[in-house]
């Protein structure tokens, strides 16, 4: 079966200064995929570049086999939705006026909802637990809440395809688990296509079917949780050591940091100046 969404031979960056110097990737239909990767590696460049929010350099990214820069945004929008990391709500905009701008793409040309469109709506209200904050401008909200609510507004959009960049930022333990768990859900219930970003190692392993590890803008390791986490690959790409252990419940990887790379390599300079 075709990949709904690919990469070939991808580079991108900003003003001349390349990011992601060459990259070919095909993401799984039906799959979640979880980019990690450090601060700067490129991860949001990349999700960006999928969702054509940021045009490549060189190389082309193709919906459904075909190539996004030449499709009608519109049905791009009915295929993908993203939420990106630093999201940018209108002024005095409100949550419920925020959650319904995930149905424009599927509205007719005067832009009026239908019921199936509030229906949608509602949904996505009820599926984030937002619905409690309809009437109250986003601006309003804790950090924890608007992200939920970002979270809504790309479930309206009810597309095969959901693309989302630190989806947990900001959400208390319980909210995070919530969504990864939702987002588990829909990807098996629906069959919803998830590529995401994720910082915290453990989830990432414990959620993704597949993980994409990228450094310095360039793809490290790509495979099954269990088949690319290794102390040796979290050592080279993120500086830390780590035990990994097998969760007892579900066999996922676990890391248990024990020290920085850098602080230690540190320690050797400082003792070392001090010896000298
Ligand atoms: N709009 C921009 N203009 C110039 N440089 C940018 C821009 N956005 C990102 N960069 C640079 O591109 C590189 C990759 O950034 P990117 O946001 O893709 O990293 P990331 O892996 O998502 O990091 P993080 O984990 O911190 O979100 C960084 O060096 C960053 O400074
Ligand atoms: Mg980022």
Not at 186 to 199: A, F, I
Not at 249 to 256: D, E, F, L, Q, Y
């Amino acid at each position: 079966m075709k990949s709904p969404l690919q990469a070939q031979a991808l580079s991108a960056g900003y003003a001349g200064r390349a990011i992601l110097p060459h990259i070919d990737v095909a993401i799984e239909r039906g799959q979640i995929t979880v980019l990690v990767g450090p601060n700067g590696s490129g991860k949001s460049t990349l999700l960006r570049v999928l969702a054509r929010l940021l045009s490549p350099t060189a190389g082309v990214v193709l919906l459904d086999g075909k190539p996004i820069a030449h499709l009608p945004t519109r049905e791009v929008a009915r295929q993908l939705a993203i939420l990106p990391q630093l999201p940018q709500a209108a002024e005095g905009i409100t949550v419920a006026t925020l959650i319904e701008q995930g149905r424009f793409p599927h509205v007719g040309p005067l832009g009026l909802l239908r019921p199936v469109d509030r229906a949608a709506v509602a949904e996505a209200m009820a599926l984030t637990d937002t619905a409690q904050f309809a009437v109250r401008p986003v601006d309003t909200l804790s950090g924890g809440e608007r992200q939920r609510v970002w979270i809504a507004l790309a479930l309206a959009q009810a597309t095969p395809l959901l693309l989302l960049d630190e989806p947990t930022t900001f959400l208390d333990i319980g909210h995070q688990l919530e969504i990864l768990e939702l987002i588990t859900r829909l990807n098996r219930e629906r069959n919803l296509t998830v590529v995401m970003v994720l910082h915290d190692i453990n989830q990432a392993a414990r959620y993704a079917h597949r993980l994409i590890v990228l450094h310095h803008g360039r793809i490290v390791a790509d495979g099954e949780p269990r088949a690319i986490i290794t102390p040796e690959l979290l050592a080279r790409v993120f500086g830390v050591r780590v035990h990994i252990i097998a969760d007892p419940h579900t066999g996922a990887p676990v890391c248990i940091p024990y020290a920085s790379l850098a602080t230690s390599q540190v320690a050797v300079q400082y003792n070392s100046n001090i010896e000298s």
